[in-house]
């Protein structure tokens, strides 16, 4: 064990579970996500099947905005816990 690094043999178990934790997470955060655009995609594609116009600009209201925020969000949790397992596990 050099001495510039004494930590390091010492968080090397925590690490591994850490890089667990995190992979669960990333696999939940992924579901979510998925059902949420799922979600948001239901009626979409149905009224511009049969000829509905899609150039009208809908705001989002109630439900419908709160999702959109929420996949927003989610989308950035998942970016930074990749992230934040790559930083560790290297």
């Known amino acids: 064990m050099p001495a510039s690094r004494p930590w390091r ?3 090397v ?3 591994h579970a850490l890089v667990a934790y995190l992979n669960i997470a990333q696999i939940i955060i992924s ?3 998925i059902a949420l655009a799922v979600m948001q995609s ?3 594609g149905l009224g511009r099947m049969f000829g509905g ?3 009208i600009y809908r705001t ?3 439900i419908e ?3 959109f925020r929420v996949t927003i969000v ?5 970016f930074l816990t990749s992230l934040l397992s790559v930083l560790l596990q290297s």
Request: aromatic share 4%; net charge positive.
């Open 74 to 78: 989610l989308a950035v949790v998942f």
């Open 13 to 15: 178990g925590e690490g």
């Open 9 to 11: 043999a010492e968080s």
């Open 31 to 33: 579901i979510a996500l």
């Open 65 to 67: 905005k709160t999702m």
């Open 53 to 55: 116009d899609s150039s």
């Open 60 to 62: 989002r209201r109630g």
């Open 42 to 44: 239901k009626g979409a």
